[in-house]
Nanobody, 125 residues
């Protein structure tokens, strides 16, 4: 079993930056995928980015490309989401998740076995 814990959310002005962390406990594998998703009130859970835990392969939602960067530190068993040029529409609860296989299906919340509790990101205008 894998347990995930997000941190790093908060309040930031438009154009600012935040770095979210996802600390994992339990056994993980280099082929596992870590995904970041977000959900705003009244909206569906949205894919943000995903990474193979080894750090060599990534996916990004089109709206995040050039602004967000996903990464891992396997020695610390921690994943990160660096968010730059934040916009008010980025306001949401951000969740990290893990699934055993990294493939295009990692762009969907379906199939993720493990989820963190979420961390609130609020971007003011």
């Amino acid at each position: 079993q894998v347990q995930l814990r997000e941190s790093g959310g908060g309040l930031v002005q438009a154009g600012g930056s935040l770095r979210l962390s996802c600390a994992a406990s339990g056994r993980t594998f280099s082929t596992y995928a870590m995904g970041w998703f977000r959900q705003a009130p009244g909206k569906e859970r949205e894919f943000v980015a995903a990474i193979r835990w080894s750090g060599d392969l990534t996916y990004y939602a089109d709206s995040m490309k050039g602004r967000f960067t996903i990464s891992t530190d396997n020695a610390k068993n921690t994943g990160y989401l660096q968010m730059n040029s934040l916009k008010p529409e980025d306001t949401a609860v951000y969740y990290c998740a893990a699934r055993p296989i990294f493939n295009p299906g990692a762009r969907s919340a379906q199939g993720y076995d493990y989820w963190g509790q979420g961390t609130q990101v609020t971007v003011s205008s």
